[in-house]
C-alpha cells in the first residue's frame, strides 16, 4: 500500500473522462496538500478532439481515509494564473464534425476517424487539422471571440488587434503557458480579434474542481446541466436520466470559487479522487457567453475528510467579500439593534447564525435552483420551505453558470451547522459568530 504524502504534486491530465476505473495519484494525507499546474480548460480541449471531454483536467487525487459517503473539505489555499495571454468567444458546433455532442465525440469529416489525433498548420480557424488525412477537423468554432493578453502581475487584460493576435498565435503554448504533459491545442492559435482595445480586472477560480463522480463522465459534462447532453446519448458515455445521479457537480464554473474560499465536496469513489482544472481568469456571474479566458495556473489545495456527512453535492463558504449583501454576518451593532427590537417584542434572544452556500445543478436555472434548495433541506434537517425563507430574507438565489448552476446562498443557524459539523468552517471564514 502507498504511504500517503504530505503533499502530492499534480502535472499529469486526463483524455477528458472522469473514470472512477483508472488509477489516481497519491494518496494525499488527510489534512495534506495538493498542488498542481492545470492546464487551459474550455477552448483549447474543444479544438483538440483526441480529448473526450471536453476539459482537460488533472489526473485525480486520492485522499486518506475517504470513503464513500463522506466528504471532502477543500480550502483553496491559492490560484496563479501563469498565462500571458488567452483566448475565447461565443462557439458554434460544426455540423458533420461530430457524432451526437461535439464536447464528447469529435470524428473527422473527410476520413471519419473518431477523436482524431491532429496537427497544425499556420494559424487561424483551420489550422488544426486531422493527423489522418489533413482535414480541417474542429467541432467547433467561435463566432464572437478576442485574444487577451495580461500585465505582468497578472492585474489586468487588454483585448488585441489582428497584428498582435497573429503574433502570439504563431508562439500560443509560450503565451498559453501550456504545461509540458498537455496535448491541447492552444486556443490562442486561432488569433481571434472581433473585440479590441476592451480593458478587463482578472480574479482567478477555478470551473473545476472537486471529486470523482461514481460512474465514467466526460469531465466537462460533470453536472446537472451539461449531463443532460449524455442522457440516451449515441456514443460509448451515454447514460440513463437515472445514471445522472452519479455526478458530483465538480464542473461549477461558480466564480466563488477562488482563492480563501472553502468547498466541501461528495464522496462518491473510495479515495473521493480530487481533480481540477479549467481555471478562469475572470468571469461575469453567468459565464453567459458560454466561455472565458481559459488560462493555465498553479493551485494549491488543503484537504480535510469528513466522515459520514453524505452530501450529494457541493457546498461552499465563500470568502466573506463573495457573499451576497443579506447574507453577510451581522455585525455587533446591528445585533445589539435586533436584539433591542426584539425585546420591545418580548422576545428575549436572536438567532445566531452563519452564511452557507449549497451548489444545485439541473437541466435549466429552475431545476438547478430546486435541486439546491432539495440539497439544503437535506443538509440542515429543515423543510424546503423554510429553505425558501431564508434564502429570500438572508441571502439569495445566485446563477454560477447559465443553464444550469445555481448557489442557494443564506444565514443559518449555526446550531444546523454545528449537527452536520460544518460550523468548524464557518468559524474559519468568518470568524466568532453569534
Not at 34 to 46: D, K, L
Not at 247 to 265: E, F, K, N, P, S
Not at 284 to 312: F, P, Y
Not at 404 to 411: D, F, I, K, N, S
Amino acid at each position: 500500500m502507498t504511504t500517503p504524502r504530505e503533499t502530492v504534486l499534480v502535472d499529469q491530465y486526463t483524455d477528458g473522462v472522469l473514470d472512477p476505473a483508472k488509477p489516481m495519484l497519491g494518496p494525499v494525507q488527510d489534512g495534506g496538500h495538493i498542488v498542481a499546474n492545470t492546464a487551459p480548460g474550455c477552448w483549447g480541449p474543444m479544438l483538440t478532439p483526441c480529448l473526450r471531454g471536453g476539459h482537460e483536467v488533472t489526473t485525480p487525487v486520492a485522499v486518506e481515509g475517504a470513503e464513500v459517503g463522506d466528504a471532502i473539505a477543500i480550502v483553496i489555499r491559492d490560484i496563479t494564473v501563469t498565462s500571458m495571454a488567452t483566448a475565447s468567444g461565443t462557439d458554434v458546433a460544426m455540423a458533420g464534425r461530430f457524432d451526437g455532442d461535439p464536447f464528447v465525440a469529435p470524428r473527422c469529416p473527410e476520413c471519419g476517424t473518431l477523436n482524431p489525433e491532429t496537427k497544425l498548420v499556420g494559424t487561424g480557424c483551420g489550422a488544426i487539422q486531422c493527423a489522418h488525412c489533413g482535414a480541417e477537423t474542429t467541432p467547433f468554432t467561435i463566432g464572437n471571440g478576442y485574444t487577451i493578453a495580461f500585465d505582468e502581475n497578472r492585474e489586468v487584460g487588454v483585448t488585441l488587434p489582428e497584428a498582435a493576435a497573429e503574433e502570439i498565435a504563431r508562439d500560443a503554448k509560450r503565451y498559453a503557458a501550456m504545461p509540458a504533459n498537455s496535448v491541447q491545442n492552444s486556443v490562442l492559435t486561432l488569433a481571434q480579434h472581433d473585440l479590441v482595445g476592451m480593458m478587463a480586472r482578472l480574479r482567478p477560480f477555478m470551473g473545476q474542481l472537486g471529486t470523482t463522480p461514481s460512474i465514467p463522465f466526460p469531465d466537462s459534462h460533470n453536472a446537472g446541466d451539461f449531463g443532460q447532453f449524455l442522457i440516451g446519448a449515441p456514443h460509448d458515455l451515454a447514460i440513463t436520466e437515472e445514471q445522472l445521479a452519479h455526478r458530483t457537480d465538480g464542473h461549477m464554473d461558480i466564480d466563488a470559487v477562488r482563492a480563501g474560499a472553502i468547498l466541501i465536496c461528495p464522496v462518491k469513489v473510495p479515495g473521493g479522487g480530487i481533480y481540477m482544472g479549467d481555471m478562469h481568469a475572470l468571469q461575469g456571474d453567468g459565464e453567459i457567453a458560454g466561455h472565458t479566458c481559459d488560462v493555465s495556473g498553479t493551485v494549491t489545495l488543503q484537504v480535510h475528510v469528513l466522515k459520514g456527512l453524505g452530501i450529494d453535492g457541493p457546498v461552499l463558504f465563500p470568502v466573506a467579500e463573495d457573499l451576497p449583501f443579506l447574507a453577510k454576518p451581522f455585525t455587533a451593532r446591528e445585533r445589539a439593534k435586533a436584539l433591542a427590537l426584539a425585546q420591545s417584542y418580548g422576545l428575549d434572544a436572536i438567532e445566531e447564525t452563519a452564511p452557507i452556500s449549497v451548489v444545485g445543478t439541473g437541466a435549466d436555472l429552475n431545476a438547478a435552483t430546486d435541486n439546491g434548495l432539495e440539497r439544503a433541506a437535506a443538509l440542515l434537517d429543515i423543510s424546503v420551505a423554510e429553505v425558501k425563507n431564508r434564502a429570500t430574507i438572508n441571502g439569495g438565489i445566485e446563477i454560477g453558470r447559465h443553464p444550469g448552476v445555481v448557489q442557494v446562498t443564506c444565514l443559518v443557524p449555526i446550531e444546523k451547522l454545528a449537527a452536520c459539523g460544518l460550523l468548524r468552517f464557518a468559524e474559519s471564514q468568518y470568524g466568532p459568530l453569534g
